[in-house]
């Protein structure tokens, strides 16, 4: 029997009235991760890569609340956004489906590289239907289309509304618990990368109970979809739907704008280096979003502002290996025309 979500056990009130289906494999493991920084920093990882069977990453305790939302609303389909190479779309996808939901996508530009090209096939190896949009302007227009069909639930961009923040409130009183229990020492600082902010949403919230804890996110889209205000907007908006009393001092939250290389998708030298850095040691990472916020821990450690610190680094990038399901693909003719055009003609 899969076990309960850690913010059922913290908080057993709210599994009467929250929503939520299991999907994943929780507690992730945490560990010590040796020859990466410097010898004056103490870094450790928490593997939610290795979230789930089907797929990992940081969108399996997202899902696990809004499809269940989802499902209890009575609806046949969800329909969500992302770009074109977008984890959220494809963890939506694949396990909308396995809860027997059909599963649509706006999906938006971002810089075409074999991985995005991978990520769309098995998308259509899982059967979404993408709506391709030819840019932010198109956007509106597509989601207001694709979210009116009258048995659709609305997922928003990463899962990032308030019920999607759950999963990472659940996610960070896990890592409470796991401290607990001595699987871990207490960390100084948890680096996270920060998208569309539920996830660091959610640590803000959990890490609250007991722990004074710096939350470093590191920016790795556009500033006005992404920051500290929204950041804080999402976890008050936890404390309002759950109404649970909290005691502990309130982490700190920074933002680090300086690795995010200026358009959503695109990479840097920095992340660059980090996955290859990071993948000697055996943490397999990619250059949107664990790459650049790898890049950042790297940074500060070197520069030694990280020296006698304890360090966390939230590993949310799928860990399971997608190449059978693109081999199952049924290819590049089953996408919208004008996502076809992003793979190459074999002569």
């Given at each position: 029997?899969?076990?309960?979500?850690?913010?059922?056990?913290?908080?057993?009130?709210?599994?009467?009235?929250?929503?939520?289906?299991?999907?994943?494999?929780?507690?992730?493991?945490?560990?010590?991760?040796?020859?990466?920084?410097?010898?004056?920093?103490?870094?450790?990882?928490?593997?939610?890569?290795?979230?789930?069977?089907?797929?990992?990453?940081?969108?399996?305790?997202?899902?696990?609340?809004?499809?269940?939302?989802?499902?209890?609303?009575?609806?046949?389909?969800?329909?969500t956004i992302g770009g074109i190479g977008s984890h959220h779309v494809l963890a939506t996808a694949i396990y909308g489906r396995q809860a027997?939901?059909?599963?649509?996508?706006?999906?938006?530009?971002?810089?075409?590289?074999?991985?995005?090209?991978a990520q769309l096939l098995a998308d259509a190896a899982v059967g979404a239907r993408l709506v391709p949009t030819r840019g932010y302007l198109g956007v509106p227009r597509a989601v207001w289309r694709t979210r009116g069909q009258p048995d659709a639930a609305w997922i928003a961009a990463g899962g990032s509304s308030v019920t999607g923040t759950l999963g990472y409130a659940s996610g960070g009183l896990e890592l409470l618990e796991q401290m607990k229990r001595g699987e871990l020492p207490r960390p100084d600082v948890v680096y996270v990368a920060l998208g569309s902010c539920g996830t660091a949403a959610g640590l803000l919230w959990s890490l609250w109970h007991?722990?004074?804890?710096?939350?470093?996110?590191?920016?790795?889209?556009?500033?006005?979809?992404?920051?500290?205000?929204?950041?804080?907007?999402?976890?008050?908006?936890?404390?309002a739907l759950l109404q649970v009393e909290r005691s502990g001092q309130a982490p700190r939250l920074s933002v680090e704008h300086g690795f995010f290389g200026?358009?959503?998708?695109?990479?840097?030298?920095?992340?660059?280096?980090?996955?290859q850095a990071?993948?000697?040691?055996?943490l397999r990472l990619e250059p949107t979003?664990?790459?650049k916020c790898m890049a950042a821990l790297l940074a500060d450690a070197r520069a030694g502002r990280l020296d006698g610190k304890r360090v966390l680094f939230l590993h949310t990038y799928n860990g399971v290996d997608l190449q059978p399901l693109i081999a199952s693909s049924p290819g590049r003719d089953a996408l919208p025309p004008l996502l076809q055009r992003h793979f190459p003609v074999v002569g």
């Open positions: 029997m899969p076990a309960e979500p850690a913010l059922f056990t913290a908080h057993p009130q709210l599994a009467a009235r929250i929503p939520w289906m299991p999907l994943g494999q929780f507690p992730t493991r945490v560990h010590r991760v040796e020859g990466l920084v410097p010898p004056s920093v103490e870094l450790w990882c928490k593997r939610d890569d290795e979230s789930g069977v089907a797929y990992g990453g940081n969108k399996v305790r997202k899902l696990e609340f809004l499809l269940a939302e989802a499902r209890a609303q009575g609806k046949k389909r969800v329909c027997g939901f059909e599963v649509d996508a706006v999906v938006f530009p971002q810089p075409v590289t074999d991985h995005v090209r007991d722990q004074a804890i710096e939350l470093r996110a590191v920016r790795v889209v556009d500033r006005w979809v992404s920051g500290a205000r929204l950041t804080r907007r999402l976890a008050a908006g936890v404390d200026g358009a959503y998708g695109r990479s840097t030298p920095a992340a660059d280096e980090a996955v990071s993948g000697a040691v055996g979003y664990t790459g």
